[in-house]
């Protein structure tokens, strides 16, 4: 991002609190809460390993991205969550929440921090602190991913 306009969502660290918590850790929640507890590590290694590759089309023009989606055959579902995943990205560094040296997953890390903040934005999302707890601890213990 070369622009000196703000990331939408990313204006400011109370929208971006909100935009983690409306988007990006809901998306994750739902996901969680879905499943039986045993498969939470293996989802959480498959949106780190989604968060690295929403990074590396951080910089990709449109055309770029869109022949990689048909080259791994993403549905639009699933473009539609890596575009927002690279969206979310981009808004954090342009905010400094996460450096380009950060391993992308960080994001979700940063995220959980922000929101944990503020019990507003959990309750009204209805968000469950022991499931963003444990994602939080998944990412801390697991550094190398």
Known sequence: MQSNQPVWGFENIDAAREYFAKYLLNYIHIEL???PKEEWD???KTWAKMCMFAQSLAEKSDEERNKLYQKYNFDQVMIGVIEDLR???IGAKS???ITPKDKAYKVIQKAIELVLEEE???KSLQLKKEILEYILNFFKLNPKL
């Open 120 to 122: 507003d934005i959990l």
């Open 87 to 89: 969206h979310t990205i």
């Open 42 to 44: 293996k989802t959480l």
């Open 33 to 35: 809460e879905s499943l």
């Open 95 to 97: 905010l400094q929440i």
